[in-house]
């Protein structure tokens, strides 16, 4: 398990009556950490969804193909396809 990652961040100005106005006795969070982990975690969601959706996209995009398209590999081609693209890349 990770160690604890301690922040200290300023806020000025609008951001810090943002979260002033939603912690504490008038606010959804009792205290500004809660206040924090629950965006972080809101962002992880939406990044992790982007990520889906991005994915989900070529997938569906590669499934409406027609059958015809599709070409058979064998193991050994495949395998020598994803070395080159690996050193192109690296």
């Known amino acids: 398990m990770p160690k604890p990652m301690h922040l200290n ?6 951001l ?6 939603n ?3 008038d606010g959804v969070y009792d205290n500004v ?5 629950d ?3 809101k962002d992880k969601a939406r990044a992790e969804a982007e ?12 499934f409406a193909q027609p059958d015809d398209s599709y070409r058979v ?5 495949f395998l020598a396809r994803n070395r080159r693209r690996k050193d192109d890349v690296g």
């Open 51 to 62: 990520a889906f959706a991005r994915l989900k996209a070529e997938l569906d995009a590669a």
């Open 16 to 21: 810090s009556e943002y979260v002033a106005a």
């Open 39 to 41: 965006l972080i975690r």
């Open 9 to 14: 961040v300023r806020l000025t100005g609008p």
């Open 73 to 77: 590999w064998d193991v050994e081609e």
């Open 33 to 37: 950490s809660e206040f924090v982990r």
């Open 23 to 25: 912690v504490g006795a």
